[in-house]
């Protein structure tokens, strides 16, 4: 390869002759010399020199000045302007196949039209001209043109060999055409950036949707070929270099990787590094799914000298993303935007005046210091921008911050700093070490159900992500491959940081090369001595990762506080002072050791970990400290009760004295405030070690909750005995925090004779009970189900003081003379007023219900209109109780409208009241776009509250004093989310629906016949059906998931949530309550389940299924209308529909039910009578879980009976709940057909009133609210699918197929329509 480099011709290249090739990357690194000193240790990476190192300033001696230090001051003097777009220029010759052979290549064995960059080799008098043009039109810098100039994309012509020639030819062509220019005009001196492309592949992402953890190209392949590129770039003159038009960060961290090879290579040239990014679209993320900031954080260890964006949007979209970008970034920023967005032909239609406007704004907010063109921009447009910024003052460098802060990312940046949060808690359940069922499937090679492990830590917290995949039986290093590669294409799971956890330096390394963010390896250590260690920071220095470094050396594990300090320090100093390592980056865990083992050199270990954190963060300033909780009470496994105590009173010292983060079960840690007195003093004693006896009293206590624990809690009814002796007061307060209502009248008679007024009573125990009860919930101390039994026993009190209350109010009143009409003096009590109701067509309340509860736990008087409520009954209530807030609810799709609907009313009455909008159907992107601009304001805005967990902060929010920044952040978000919305609207690509039908699922129903001819055609009853047979058909999780308790893995579900250390007491509880109600009910028959099945002859007619009353199929008895996807696909997937699923002969049939549970809302009002809030609940959940069980009792009962088409079916219940039968029982209203109005077929084929006491309310939502109508599909490779959006000529074609108005059909249809109705 040597002989092959050729020697630079031109004067203008000879001060950078070529440096000799390197064949392979990786003994670079190892060559012995440590530090990259070519670049300051300090970041930013320059200081801010005007004259040193440019002494002629501001003209430029070539080989004798600094570049750095010459574009340091231009950079801060005005705004540096970039070139255009060379592909567009370059179209502008409209080159043949001929001109780009050339000579050279006029026998070239593949086409080679359109590789621009071989146009350097072949007509370099077109692309010197171009540069010229672009130095004549105002441009400081220029870009090579190598935008595909690696051997990766050049493999597409197959002239990966010719890749040093067009590097080096390119740059030789841009220098030239530069010192031409500079040479008319020396006081503006012309430089060239020698331009790194993207590749046409990406590291992040796979090409094959079948397994994501496939790659087309690695990361060492990526830093070779990026080498080879930077070398001829630098060997043809080149002053500078920029990785651009990053789409995925891992390539630019790979050419980032390749160019920090060659500047080892070349010390001591100093080579400034340009970063650029492009979004893909409106969203403002890569198309590795990276956000601005997690952008800049990937890429910032390699202290570029400018970052910013280009290309893929225009000036006027780039805007907001250009902002946060140029708030994040701590060097120079750049922008180069195409010249609008391209038109339907692929063109760029914005004039240079239009272009120059549209950049105007980022000179005019002192966004950036440099500024270009990309795609569709060319000389006159670049000259237009520099006149439009010309005397504009550049972006000024931020100053350099003291704060050194661990700045972190995944898809998503992530800051580590007390300021934001006292303690970062790591997820612990991706490691092997950590968890057997995540062990077992990682040995078994099952990586999806894995990443559902993970998925779900995000999901209930972790910051970061803790991934081990040590065993010895195992290939680590594939393992830790496979798991990163498919972790890093589900934005769940890789939205968060990694730490990259192994005690080889091989799986470390792994991982590193396919994590594209910034993540903390867990861990290096000095036991492997001095020189392999300071060789394991110096990698890790180059791939831009935080570390965690343990308090080893080569003399073993450090125990006492001085050995941790020493081992901390000596390391820190060898990172920071020899390698240059970033201190902030570097996470000290001086290890937690196990204590009260009976050792005594033992005891102080905890002590010895807390006084090592403080004099680590004194002497080794910047670093953080973390440790692995769990070790500290390693010899109390089995007594949880001693564990959670001992890792909440360690934690809490430990975070006072500086730890920042740690590997520890949330689980199993209490409320340092709630450990009981006499424990927490034990225990603090032993993690203290105040005393030589506290590992003795520790034992014995820990031997006491053994006990206690084998006799099954006997000590729980003397706990109960002892809190009846206390005063009245505490026990008002103890059985509102307990939700014990057995006595509670008799304490509020006892507290209402010691009182003067019955409401002191409310006024003092009651409502300090209660706020005791809103502030554990509101922070997560208290679960869903404990709330509503406190808020049962609340109203009983309030109900057995009305009487009282309302007897001594009237005698006030009408001795005063005053109305007694007047209830001012009850109001004056709440907090607030809160009016809720669902609305007109929608019968589903258990949400609103508990939204209602929680609130009125919380000291809000709350007025429930309940289901169904028309929107003149809400105005109208409004105008006469005048809440405070109004909140809508609603569960069907229907309902968003009416929501909107109500809005607008809201508006044209002119309400001030704010509104909350909730339920299982909407959403925070749905309330901001259409309900929110019918009605928002600064005083009242309409905000969306995911859960009723939620509703007590927002509420509090909307009243209290801070209302004016809390709605302003909510109408800036809400402006976002509508912004990003018609954004990714418009990005959005649909196929016509012809091109969808020609597309659509092709059965062949010949090789795979439909199902046979059912056993019971026409109609069948199912009523007389035993409750008792359809509770073993329950599926329990979505009945814990409607109380919001939620299990954490390995807990996760029934019945294993019982068995978690936060929730599981409570949904043992709850569950058991449960059973309770449920024997009830099944004993008195207060709930029945009636249902009614339908099958029919069938046949596909077009889009349409139609249905037949008999076999002889020559009366038609009803049409199903279909609707298809019509979202763009980017493989050969169908486009799928219902109508595919039958066949288009006479050979087919379709089923269908409508099952519903009566008796739920009778039984629930008498609990509601008896100010039972909880077993009212309770009881809509039940029905809710009965009818869902009776709906797969019936559907089993189809298959292996009514129709029978799968008479030898046998799975048990648990694989009925994860659909492994064939065919499907998609309903109306969700995704497979979200038309709702279908039900009113179903409704008429079944007459489901007669058959099953069924009815539709006017906006499809069924009656009795447990119900659950369904289309039955037998054949075996029909299956449940999403619509998604469709368009305008599907919903004409399906409005004329329903006979329907158009207008009417789009109403219907309105969330799935993706354009505006008019």
Known sequence: MEEKVPAPEAAAAAPAAPAPAVEDYRKIEIRGRVVPLNRPIDFP????????????????????????????????????????????????????????RGERFKEWKSPVKGNNDLLSLTRPDIIKAIHKQYFEAGSDLVGTNTFSGTTIAQADYNMEEIVWDINFESAKLAREAADEITALNPDKPRFVLGAIGPTNRTASISPDVEDPSCRNCTFDELVKAYYEQTKGLMAGGCDALIVETIFDTLNAKAALFAIDNYLDEVYPQDIPVFVS?????????????????????????????????????????????????????????????????????????????????????????????????????????????GEIVQGMSPRPLPPKSDKMELWLSGLEDLVVSKERFAFMNIGERCNI?????????????????????????????????????????????????????????????????????????????????????????????????????????????????????????????????????????????????????????????????????????????????????????????????????????????GVNVIREAMHSVFLYHAVKNGMDMGIVNAGMMQIYDQIPEDLREIVEDAVL????????????????????????????????????????????????????????????????????????????????????????????????????????????????????????????????????????TLESMYAGTFLIATVKGDVHDIGKNIVAVVLGCNNYKVIDMGVMVPCENIIAKIKEVKPDIVGLSGLITPSLDEMVFVAKEMAKAGLTQPL??????????????????????????????????????????????????????????????????????????YVPLSTAIEKGMKIDFTACPPAPEPNCLGITVVDNVELADVVPYIDWNPFFATWELRGRYPNRGYPKIFQDENVGAEAKELFDNAQKLLHEIIEAKTLSVRGVVGQFPAKRDGEDVIIYEDSNRTTVKGRFCMLRQQTEKENDEPYYSQADFISPNDDDHLGMFAVACHGAEALAESFEADNDDYNKIMVQALADRLVEAFAEKVHRDIRTDIWGYAQDESLDTADLLKIRYDGIRPAPGYPTQPDHTEKKVMWDVLQAEANAGMTLSEHMSMIPASSVSALVFAHPQSQYFAVGKIGKDQVEDYAERKTSPASEVERWLSPILNYDRE
Not at 776 to 794: D, T, Y
């Open 45 to 100: 990476p320059w200081k801010p020199a005007h004259d040193a190192g440019c002494p002629d300033y501001p003209r430029f001696v070539r080989g004798r000045d600094s570049v750095r230090a010459y574009w340091t001051r231009l950079f801060q003097e005005r705004i540096v302007m970039y070139d255009g777009a060379m592909g567009t220029m370059i179209q502008k010759y409209k080159l043949e196949e001929e001109d780009y």
């Open 277 to 385: 990014g492009t979004l893909v679209d409106q969203s403002g993320r890569t198309l590795s799914g990276q956000t601005n900031e997690a952008f800049y954080v990937s890429v910032r260890h390699a202290k570029p000298f400018c970052v910013g964006l280009n290309c893929a949007l225009g000036a006027d979209q780039m805007k907001p993303f250009l902002r946060r970008l140029s708030g994040a970034a701590e060097c120079f920023v750049h922008v180069y935007a195409n010249a609008g967005l391209p038109n339907a032909m692929g063109g760029y239609d914005d004039t240079p005046e239009d272009m120059a406007r549209d950049n105007h704004v980022f000179a005019s907010e002192k966004l950036i210091n440099m500024i270009g063109g990309c795609c569709g921009s060319t000389p006159p447009h670049i000259k237009a921008i």
């Open 433 to 637: 070490a950590g968890s057997s069922k995540f062990k077992k499937l990682i040995m078994s090679g099952d990586y999806g159900t894995a990443m559902d492990i993970a998925k779900k830590q995000v999901e209930d917290g972790a910051m970061t992500i803790d991934i081990n995949v040590d065993d010895g039986m195992l290939d680590g290093v594939a393992a830790m491959q496979k798991f990163i590669k498919i972790a890093v294409t589900e934005p769940e799971v890789s939205k968060v940081p990694f730490v990259i956890d192994s005690s080889k330096f091989s799986v470390v390394e792994e991982g590193l090369k396919w994590s594209q963010g910034k993540c903390i390896i867990n861990s290096i250590s000095l036991k492997v001595g001095e020189e392999e260690f300071v060789k394991h920071v110096r990698i890790l220095k180059q791939y831009g990762h935080a570390v965690v470094v343990m308090a080893f050396d080569e003399e073993g594990q450090a125990a006492t506080a001085d050995e941790k300090v020493r081992i901390c320090k000596r390391s820190y100093d060898i990172m920071v002072n020899e390698v240059g390592f970033p201190p902030e980056d570097i996470v000290f865990d001086p290890n937690i050791l196990t204590i009260a083992t009976g050792i005594e050199e033992h005891n102080n270990y905890g002590v010895d970990f807390i006084a090592a954190t403080k004099r680590i963060k004194e002497v080794c300033p910047g670093a953080r400290i973390s440790g692995g909780v769990s070790n500290l009470s390693f010899g109390f496994r």
């Open 689 to 824: 070690n105040r005393h030589p006896d506290a590992t003795e009293k520790l034992l014995d206590r820990a031997q006491i909750e053994r006990e206690k624990k084998a006799s099954g809690g006997a000590s729980t009814e003397k706990s109960k005995a002892e809190w009846r002796e206390k005063p009245v007061k505490e026990r008002l307060c103890h059985a509102l925090i307990k939700g014990i209502s057995e006595f509670i009248n008799e304490d509020v008679e006892e507290m209402r004779q010691q009182v003067p007024k019955p409401l002191h009573v409310i006024e003092g125990p009651l409502m300090d009970g209660m706020n005791i009860v809103g502030d554990l919930f509101g922070s997560g101390k208290m679960f869903l189900p404990q709330v509503i039994k406190s808020a049962r026993v609340m109203k009983k009190a309030v109900a057995y003081l009305l009487p009282f209350m309302e007897e001594e109010k009237m005698a006030n009143l009408a001795s005063m003379g005053v109305d007694t009409s007047d209830t001012s």
């Open 916 to 989: 909350l909008i909730g339920g299982a159907t909407t959403s925070k992107e749905h309330t901001a776009v259409k309900i929110s601009p019918q009605y928002s304001d600064e005083t009242h805005p309409v905000i969306h509250v995911l859960d009723a967990s939620r509703s007590v902060t927002v509420v509090n929010s909307l009243l209290g004093e801070d209302k004016p920044d809390f709605v302003e952040e909510i109408m800036d978000e809400y402006e976002e989310l509508r912004e990003e919305h018609y954004a990714t609207r418009e990005e959005r690509v």
